[in-house]
Antibody
Framework: QLQLQESGPGLVKPSETLSLICTVSGGSISNSSYYWGWVRQRPGKGLEWIGSIYYTGTISYTPSLQSRVTISIDRSKNQFSLNLRSVTAADTAVYYC?????????????WGQGTLVTVSS | DIQMTQSPSSLSASVGDRLTITCRASQSISTYLHWYQQRPGKAPRLLIHTASSLQSGVPSRFSGSGSGAEFILAISSLQPEDVATYYCQQTYNTPFTFGPGTKVHIK
């Protein structure tokens, strides 16, 4: 059974870079049928798609974060990562990684358990 | 960006009741519409993909319908474990966008 697990610091200072890793187990990140993505949820708010990456390195980002975000993939470690630069308190959120269907319709399943990142000095 | 709306924003129903949640897109999205359940303190879970396909392992009391710009999630007989917030998501265009959620309570 495929599982995803987010890891990284729970506290980041304003203006610094938020860095998270998603480790995939029970399946290969190089499976050509899937993309891999990040979604965040600000406290008490809804879900916001951040971006997705394919094992070949093809990437898409949400426009509102595109200038600050980088998603990368490490096939040797079966991991993909999120870097968000110049963070502010508005970036405080639970960050989820998820597998995205890569055939046509792009639904997200399964999801990691999520990790809370707080931006504060 | 495609805007997603949901109604109602919250609802309260009794165990065994049938309930429906409506999701509307700001433009036609064919059946590029998926439903997720998020129980309190948990990650979202896929319930329905492509508007009406029940994800494996999801109870058959959940169903989805619709195409174009209007979609419905139905729960045929509400159970205590269905207390959650339900989100629709469009994947017709990037950026993929979610509805604001519908919070379901038990009376």
């Amino acid at each position: 059974q495929l599982q995803l697990q987010e890891s990284g610091p729970g506290l980041v200072k304003p203006s610094e870079t938020l860095s998270l890793i998603c480790t995939v187990s029970g399946g290969s990140i190089s499976n050509s049928s899937y993309y891999w993505g990040w979604v965040r949820q600000r406290p008490g708010k809804g879900l916001e798609w951040i971006g997705s990456i394919y094992y070949t390195g093809t990437i898409s980002y949400t426009p509102s974060l595109q200038s600050r975000v980088t998603i990368s993939i490490d096939r040797s470690k079966n991991q993909f990562s999120l870097n968000l630069r110049s963070v502010t308190a508005a970036d405080t959120a639970v960050y989820y990684c998820a597998r995205r269907d890569g055939t046509k319709y792009n639904w997200f399943d399964p999801w990691g358990q999520g990790t809370l990142v707080t931006v504060s000095s | 960006d495609i805007q997603m709306t949901q109604s109602p924003s919250s609802l309260s129903a009794s165990v065994g009741d049938r309930l429906t949640i409506t999701c509307r897109a700001s433009q036609s999205i064919s059946t590029y519409l998926h439903w997720y359940q998020q129980r309190p303190g948990k990650a979202p879970r896929l319930l329905i993909h492509t508007a009406s396909s029940l994800q494996s392992g999801v109870p058959s009391r959940f169903s989805g319908s619709g195409s174009g710009a209007e979609f419905i999630l139905a729960i045929s007989s509400l159970q205590p474990e269905d207390v959650a917030t339900y989100y629709c998501q469009q994947t017709y265009n990037t950026p993929f966008t979610f509805g604001p959620g519908t919070k379901v309570h038990i009376k």
